[in-house]
């Protein structure tokens, strides 16, 4: 049963050439959702070469934000697109990286697995990244509690790189191993246009290199600026050793949303079907294939009202950064109709320190911030900034704008409000101040390893308690009145539990503790529209057709129908009612 079953599984390897991010995680999430849409069970596995045992230690410049499982593994952003786009929920397995690879050879060698032999890259290596992608492929993810019938797999970087080279060559005999017929290659390639003319050259140069590899592609995507010409078509396919079927075009669409449309109308899911023999498993192409992304395109390309929110943070030069919160942000605004307006602001730029050094910046950074109807000051960590978002979050407090703050953003709140209504003006984090001048409102907590780095916060799903008498409460209405939510973390502090009461006392409520009540996660300020802090990050679990509710919070209040959504007067448009056959 077991080796007919593994022989079943389909296996779709996602390769890409010419440069790195060039949209390989959103192809394979758009795959996979097609495929899912036909009936399939569909997992997915990133491969990121670096040595890195996880993306934990990453600056966000490095790879883009870290993403959090519900496991607690800390991993490559592209794990939250296939989590949102295929809905369901992944493990820390799921994201493959040359440093878990290696320490598990290393451990197997020293515990004498190998027999004495030689350890080495071929077959050692290969066959560790073999095994594991065998048996994360048959892990269930979704509520079916059933193994998947396919699994994507997306190798990260470009054909030809170095660190690379190991899982090339365990793909190319990993091809044999599972069949031809249930493996299957998409090589995603820029085609570009320097001089108006599309050049398909650097396409034929990165699959040249493929095929000499070992692995030849069975389709090809092109990203290009325009809708690739035919003519270039026919000639990737002349020098690519493929049909003009297995080119397909994925040019710049107006939404994330519209590429699983576009890849579905290019004849994908035939082309899987015999490719990798779908026809027999039955796929009911229902009427209103994939209507939900056409729901959620149009809803993109139509909104008219703009809802401006400042994003205060740290790492404002690369929208990476902060992946999970801008989508987040757009899901809420798709949901009520509307256009999120995000505008960024360096948070160092709002400190008494820039208005000396560079008042033109600081002005204008404030001036930015004056305008937006929201603040979001969302999860990082050191001290560069911090005083910057504590200004911000005053300003939202005391102009009565829309704000939430996300774990830093929490912890910052609860600072700002020590100092300036408890007026413990020496209040501030144990992450940043000192023991001997300040007063710690943020403290460490007890199991955090301030040694080892990796892997030592407080990670993952945990739940979270709504306090007795929070019933009214607008993040508990916004979560439909349950008794608890179970979110993700990914931090390191935590709000003193010994000023709880005097917090309290002044209308910063705790609506939200953990099953001990000694760990404060929903903050909910009495008197203001909607001044809400979470210590868990509500974006991590937030979908396309599901917004996280203190999101929603945030993008209905700075319509201004937040009130009139709580007291069910407000009938926004709801994907659900869009979208009943889960097509």
Known sequence: FIISWMFMMKYILVTGGVISGIGKGVISSSIGTILKHCGLRVTAIKIDPYLNIDAGTFSPYEHGEVFVLDDGGEVDLDLGNYERFLNVELSRDNNITTGKIYQDVISKERRGEYLGKTVQVVPHVTDAIQDWVQRVAHKPVDKSNQSPQVCLIELGGT????????FVEAFRQFQFKVHPSNFAVVHVSLVPSP?????????????R?????????????????????SSLRDKISMFCHVSPSQVMSCHQCTSLYRVPLLLHRQGIVPFFVDRLGLNSIKLPLKRKFLQKWRVLAERCDTALTEIPIALVGKYTKLEDCYSSVVKSLHHAAIFMNHKCKLIYIEAANLEAETQVNDPKVYHKAWGD??????IIVPGGFGERGFEGKIAA???????????????????????EFSRN?????????????????????????????????????RLGKKRTLFVKGSENSIVRRLYIGVEYV??????????????????????????????TAQRMEIMELKDHPYFIGTQFHPEFRSRPDQPSPPYMGLMLASAGKLTTFLSHEYSMPSLRDAVTDQS
């Open 195 to 207: 001089t108006g003319e599309q050049k398909s050259k650097p396409t034929q140069n990165s699959v």
């Open 486 to 515: 179970d979110e993700r973390h990914r931090h390191r502090f935590e709000v003193d539990p010994e000023m709880v009461e005097q917090l309290e006392a002044k209308g910063m409520m705790f609506v939200g503790q953990d099953e």
């Open 159 to 166: 054909i030809g790189d170095i660190e690379g080279m190991p």
């Open 393 to 415: 979050i005053r300003w939202a407090r005391e102009s009565g704008t829309p704000f939430l703050g996300v774990c830093l953003g929490l912890q910052a709140a609860v600072v």
């Open 369 to 374: 911030l004056c305008q937006c109807s929201g």
């Open 421 to 457: 209504i408890l007026n413990i003006n020496s209040a501030h984090s144990a992450e940043f101040g000192q023991a001997e001048t300040h007063q710690f409102v943020v403290v460490e907590m007890p199991e955090h390893n301030p040694v080892e780095k990796g892997g030592t916060m």
């Open 209 to 229: 290199e493929l095929r000499q590899l070992g692995l030849s592609p069975d389709l090809i995507i092109a990203r290009s600026d325009i809708v690739l010409e």
